[in-house]
């Protein structure tokens, strides 16, 4: 399809942590309806090194949001930062688009949701992950009816907290867990494929206090850290639609995610990638067993038309853009960011009381579902340039 050239929407970054750099590699580079103009953290020497690198003005968080010309702002701020720095920018009277989570708890994200309704103004919340490519085919092939009906799902995570805990101390402080900021990604993969969870049961534990900085290059290599954040999840969730499945992470295990996670329908069983990345692949064994034979279906990995199938954190705040144009809702909506919050509430909740059920009362709705890219262009959506 066609595209005429578009006016971009101008975009105000605060936060220079390690993740800025693809948020501003994707937003600079690969997104046409976003023009990032400035960038603002409390590290000067390290803000002015950043916009140095992709060419853009450094400025104070005050004069990024005095400024009458920026439309949205990207916090990339720690977690604990979240609910004050959105605040300010939708008084600012900007669009806020914050990487996951956008509170520390429901409380303080519902102000925030009402804050932003008060103001007319768009709260959008990653994880951008459930944009990429084989989450989309993935929904696709369920929406169509491939696995017949739906019955089941498992998803299992891991992450190495000896290394993940050394070399990025944020995740020492509050919001760093293994609930807030790593279930999130599972969480929203699993509502955009199946949609909103009814009740949740879950068992959480954070059994080492304390570990010893393995990364060198960190200032604190060598040291004991206090580690308070919780650790392991195991969980039984429960769909609004009656589906049931389990979702469990243990981040006292290895470096690299080493993710399982399968779709379960009595005609067959699709078998998915990790939800925090983008790249990924999407299997088929279909329910044909030949018993006279003893032949067994193979994992049949499915075409994958889709886009963004390489890091393309920043798709996230361009959709936002395109929605404020089109007047349609943000797929990384705040109500979805919110009942994801809730569900991890309720987690929380229900280990409180030795497993038992807990009702998640928030709902969302499934997010509207990419379509398939014509040469380069990303439908009416996005372009990305490079695919």
């Not at 702002?73 to 900007?94: C, F, W």
Request: net charge negative.
């Amino acid at each position: 399809m066609s595209m005429q050239k578009i006016e971009p929407m101008h975009v105000g970054v605060i936060g220079t942590g390690m993740i800025s750099n693809i948020y501003l590699k994707t937003m600079i580079q690969r997104m046409e309806i976003l023009q990032v103009d400035a960038i603002a953290a409390r590290n000067m020497e390290r803000t002015k090194e950043v916009a140095d690198r992709y060419g853009i003005r450094v400025c104070t968080v005050e004069e990024l949001l005095e400024n009458e010309s920026i439309d949205i702002v990207l916090n990339l701020t720690p977690p604990s930062l979240h609910e004050e720095m959105i605040s300010r920018i939708l008084n600012s009277g900007k669009h806020a688009y914050t990487e996951k989570c956008f509170a520390l708890d429901t409380a303080a994200a519902g102000r925030l949701c009402r804050l932003a309704d008060e103001k007319g103004l768009c709260l959008g919340c990653a994880p951008d992950t459930f944009f990429s490519g084989w989450v989309q085919k993935a929904r696709q092939v369920i929406d169509e009816g491939l696995l017949g009906t739906v019955t089941s799902f498992a998803m299992v995570g891991n992450r190495d907290n000896d290394r993940m805990l050394s070399a990025m101390d944020y995740l020492n402080r509050p919001g760093g867990g293994i609930i807030l900021d790593y279930s999130v990604y599972y969480l929203t993969v699993l509502i955009s494929l199946l949609g909103p969870v009814k009740k949740v049961s879950a068992y959480i534990r954070a059994p080492y206090p304390t570990h010893r900085n393995i990364f060198e290059e960190s200032p604190r290599y060598g040291e004991i850290m206090e580690t308070p954040n919780e650790s392991q999840v195991y969980s039984i969730l429960e769909l609004e639609n009656g589906i049931t499945g389990t979702f469990s992470v243990n981040a006292d295990s290895v470096y690299y995610d080493q993710t399982y996670f399968a779709v379960y329908g009595n005609k067959g069983i699709l078998y998915l990638g990790c939800p925090d990345w983008f790249e990924g692949e999407v299997r088929f064994y279909e329910n044909t067993v030949d018993y006279e034979k003893g032949l067994h279906p193979d994992r049949i990995l499915l075409e994958n038309p889709y886009g963004f199938q390489v890091n393309s954190r920043g798709v996230g705040v361009a959709d936002m853009a395109w929605a404020i144009r089109e007047g349609r809702p943000v797929r990384a909506s705040k109500e979805r960011a919110y009942h994801v919050l809730d569900i991890q509430e309720c987690m929380e909740k229900s280990n409180r009381q030795n497993g038992s059920f807990v009702e998640v009362t928030s709902t969302c709705e499934r997010p509207q579902p990419l379509t398939i890219p014509v040469l380069t262009e990303e439908s009416a959506i996005i372009t990305l340039r490079d695919m």
